[in-house]
């Protein structure tokens, strides 16, 4: 199947400072991205959808200023944090659509933890 | 708007036995797709089975199979001489015809297989 990276898979951050997360379909273009948050012992909770070369479509009650979502090219997606705080220690996870195939394909996951 | 339903947070199975796990959906539309995704501790989502509601024919994958009831708005999984390696989180998730658009996911069941 296709290959979706994501990096870091990891990520320590002080409060405050921004974080920047890439998703990157490696075998296969991507026109659409989607960007879902997992807390511990939960199902996935969509927060963006990502259109190459367009805005993102957030879901209701996800701050698109705080969670900056950039799709600018046909492989790579990226979701910043910005100005994090604890409460945004979370496990990122995206997944790639790939339209001959009509699957998407999920990312490795990324885990983000706010000091 | 489509909902996922999993009645059962935690299942658990005998090695080399069978387990159904269940799910229930909500939907106004006629076309759309099912899907089953494992995710192990490592997190990483891994789909194993995929049903499209035009097609009568319940779909199978090796051990796994599915129980498609259309009009009942229901679909299971069930996973035959079940193996170590299949404890993990499942996940049903719904995905109306477009491509485009996300999965909805279940809250999910976590499969425990004893030894």
């Known amino acids: 199947g296709a290959v979706v990276s994501q990096h870091p898979s990891r990520v320590i951050c002080k409060s405050g400072t921004s974080v920047k997360i890439e998703c990157r379909s490696l075998?296969?273009?991507?026109?659409?991205m989607f960007w879902y948050r997992q807390f511990p012992k939960q199902s996935l909770m969509l927060m963006a959808t990502s259109n190459e070369g367009s805005k993102a479509t957030y879901e209701q009650g996800v701050e698109k200023d705080k969670f900056l979502i950039n799709h600018a090219s046909l492989t790579l997606s990226t979701l910043t944090v910005t100005s994090a705080h604890p409460e945004d220690s979370s496990f990122y996870i995206c997944?790639?659509?790939?339209?001959?195939?009509?699957?998407?394909?999920f990312g490795p996951g990324t885990r983000l933890t706010v000091l | 708007a489509q909902t996922v339903t999993q009645s059962q947070p935690e299942m658990s199975v005998q090695e080399a036995e069978t387990v159904t796990l269940s799910c229930t959906y909500d939907?106004?539309?006629?076309?759309?797709?099912l899907f089953w995704y494992k995710q192990p501790p490592s997190r990483q989502m891994i789909l194993v089975i995929r049903q499209e509601a035009y097609k009568q024919q319940n779909a199978t994958e090796n051990r796994f199979s599915v129980n498609f009831q259309k009009a009942a708005k229901s679909f299971s999984l069930k996973i035959s001489d079940s193996q170590l390696g299949d404890a993990a989180m499942y996940f049903c998730?719904?995905?109306?015809?477009?491509?485009?658009?996300?999965?909805?996911f279940g809250k999910g069941t976590r499969l425990s297989v004893i030894a």
């Open positions: 075998d296969f273009q991507a026109t659409t």
């Open positions: 939907t106004s539309e006629s076309d759309y797709y």
């Open positions: 997944s790639a659509r790939d339209s001959p195939l009509d699957e998407q394909f």
């Open positions: 998730a719904y995905r109306s015809p477009s491509g485009n658009t996300p999965l909805v």
